[in-house]
């Protein structure tokens, strides 16, 4: 079993829709949790923390829910920029190590 | 500030042949470290520096050897190339461990083919 598992999509769906994405993890004890974001042949660069409590950034929401070891990105009036592919990142058991997961993919359409 | 640069961006090996993957970073961040992403596999740790003069084995080190040349460099080597290592390499910069934020950043990437 994959330590972060992610839907692969692709999520395509019009501009203005609300779409979620969620993401598990194996590790009970992982204590930090993130939302990156990758475009196509980029980088990957930092969307959002998730915190305990849950945390919104304009349109997106993350959440985190330790009891069934699971993490949620909500995005909300979808733009065409929105597209690209989103990388689920559990802190593993050093303080050193990101375990990423393979990706949701989504595509916006107009 | 570039951030965290990487060169080559491309590069064609031949099976057996060798090459470093160069990488810095102008953050003055303590940790690198690098990646390699495959289709349908997310971003894999090779290897990494928590600190300048320290390096340490990620989930997939065979056949790769690492250099922290000083605390802006971070250089991979792959001595003897092999198919299996065409992928998509990404160096990665931090400052875990600090007290700091998590946050990885990375550089643009090197595409490696290996015929």
């Known amino acids: 079993r994959k330590e972060v598992e992610q839907d692969p999509g692709p999520f395509n769906v019009p501009e203005g829709a609300t779409v979620a994405f969620n993401c598990t993890y194996s590790n009970s004890a992982s204590q930090s949790f993130f939302w990156y974001r990758q475009d196509c042949r980029k980088e990957p660069k930092l969307l959002m923390s998730v915190y305990s409590s849950g945390n919104e950034d304009g349109r997106f929401t993350a959440q985190l829910n330790r009891a069934s070891q699971y993490i949620s990105l909500l995005i909300r009036d979808s733009k065409l920029s929105d597209s690209a592919t989103y990388l689920c990142?559990?802190?593993?058991?050093?303080?050193?190590?990101?375990?990423f997961g393979s990706g949701t993919r989504l595509l916006v359409r107009p | 500030n570039a951030g965290v640069t990487q060169t080559p961006k491309f590069q064609v090996l031949k099976t057996g042949q060798s090459m470093t993957l160069q990488c810095a970073q102008d953050m003055n961040h303590n940790s690198m470290y690098w990646y390699r992403q495959d289709p349908g596999m997310g971003l894999r740790l090779i290897y990494y520096?928590?600190?300048?003069?320290?390096?340490d084995k990620g989930e997939v080190p065979n056949g790769y050897n690492v250099s922290r040349l000083n605390k802006r460099e971070f250089s991979l080597r792959l001595e003897s190339a092999a198919p299996s290592q065409t992928s998509v390499y990404f160096c990665?910069?931090?400052?875990?461990?600090?007290?700091?934020?998590?946050?990885?950043?990375f550089g643009p990437g090197t595409r490696l083919t290996v015929l």
């Open positions: 990665a910069s931090s400052d875990a461990g600090q007290g700091a934020p998590d946050t990885q950043y």
């Open positions: 990142v559990v802190k593993g058991d050093s303080s050193y190590k990101l375990i």
């Open positions: 520096s928590a600190s300048e003069g320290t390096t």
